[in-house]
């Protein structure tokens, strides 16, 4: 159907977000027209590959998606299939890559769908050209710095035969007033700073992502008091470094007063952020967690190395002493804090030496968890030009060996709480067990108990009856 035969009584609007709500109305007016000719709703698929941020530019496309009166679904052989991409290791593009050619012998069957990859992924041109060469069923490609014009270029897409390609070297802000579906109703994700300029030298993501721009406060604290008068009680800050949140702004604001301007927002209960930099962590941060009860008593504070030699190669800027004594100034300002890490194993020239420091930190921190990554070489970083790239066998012992000593300290660490009543936020009913519902403590463990959904998204007191390792089996406490 000819989509400019849709009457629509204006020319698109050259300001944003007015443009893209101009886009939405063309493309909800050709969703009606082709469900009415069809005899059936019209379909989106929305898969998130990859971290926090762009699980939350997700939660915006669907919300896109939905005004414009697709249905939500999870199944793959939808109208409209959209890949929300990761590049940060290799196998994230592969999986990618996995799942384009299943999607190849879909869209044989249903010649009409119509598929489309952004994020992260598509910031690298390379990956175009592969996509151009081997893969010419995609439809529609855009990156990390235009997500917010899914309508525009949708509706493009819908009025071409060839593939619709919109990649942007860098961005401002993202323009952040468009619809969103969030995944829960009572959490939600927020932006408060866009890219990364720390450039560690095995990490694309300062190339995808571009570099660091930090919003208004006033902006953010808007979106989470609208957020709270939806019902939200929990909220995370998300940025690739939140620690330098602020410092490029004309009138330059503290990450740790930010967090307090949000505590004072009322109806949130909760408030975790993602991710520090070790090197960034100010004592005003530390001091703030410890005197807002609202502010989780989680941190996540990637190690990468516990060898001050590698850190120096991987450019982090902190040595194994002063981690250790960041992280031991934490858990004395905090006692019972969480921390949790990120740890790669393999960087180029990594040795047995350097490889048992990253041991020793782990055993004398004491993590919740940690989440553990072999060395993936990125094109286009320092550290894929440098020699001495460890071998695989040798990688993947160590990383066995890693796996094992994060595992058996977390499982202790995470059970410290058991036998204590603690606050609970339920997410939702139990798939496995009926009359039962899941929760997660400020540390963000699970906890499961007897409830039912009219508990999902409250806050109660729950007694933390049975320790299971990595989640506890509990039961409400009388003063909920
Ligand atoms: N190889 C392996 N892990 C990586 N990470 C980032 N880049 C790489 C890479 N090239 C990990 C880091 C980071 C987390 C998000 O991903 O540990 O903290
Ligand atoms: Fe990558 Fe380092 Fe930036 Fe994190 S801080 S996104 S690891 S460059």
Known sequence: MNLDKIDIPFEPPLKEPARQYYFIEKCAQYVKAES????RPLFSAVKTFGCQMNAHDSERLRGILLQMGFEESENEASDFVLYNTCTVRDNANQKVYGHLGYLKTIKKKNPHMKIALCGCMMQEKAVIERIKNSYPFVDLIFG????????????NCL????????????????????????????????????????????CIVPYVRGRERSRMPGEILSEIEALACDGVKEVMLLGQNVNSYGKTLKEPVSFASLLRQVCQIPGVERIRFMTSHPKDLS?????????????????????QSGSSRIL????????????????????????????????????????????????????????????????????????????????EAVVKERFDRLL?????????????YAGTVQKVLVECENDHQIGYVSGRLDNNLLVHFPGDASLVGKLVNVKLTEAKGFYYIGKMAENS
């Open 36 to 39: 009415e000719r069809l005899g």
């Open 159 to 202: 009025t071409k035969d060839s593939m619709v390609i919109d990649i942007w070297d860098s961005g401002d802000i993202a323009v952040e007033a468009l619809p969103s579906k969030r995944k829960y109703s009572f959490k939600s994700g927020v932006n408060i700073m866009y890219g990364c300029n720390n450039f560690c030298s095995y």
């Open 404 to 416: 094992c000593q994060v595992q058996k300290i977390s499982s202790q660490v995470c059970m410290r």
């Open 144 to 155: 990390t710095h235009n997500v917010f014009k899914l309508a525009e270029l949708l509706y």
């Open 283 to 303: 004592d005003e941060l530390i001091e703030t967690m410890r005197d807002c009860p609202k502010v989780c008593r989680h941190l996540h504070l990637p190690l």
């Open 312 to 391: 120096n190669l991987m450019n982090r800027r902190y040595t194994k002493e002063q981690y250790l004594e960041l992280a031991g100034r934490i858990q004395k300002a905090i006692p019972n804090i969480s921390l949790t890490t990120d740890i790669i194993v393999g960087f180029p020239g990594e040795t047995e030496e350097d490889f048992a420091e990253t041991l020793d930190v782990v055993t004398r921190v004491r993590y919740d968890s940690a989440f553990t990554f072999i060395y993936s070489k990125r094109t286009g970083t320092p550290a894929a030009a440098m020699e001495n790239q460890v071998p």
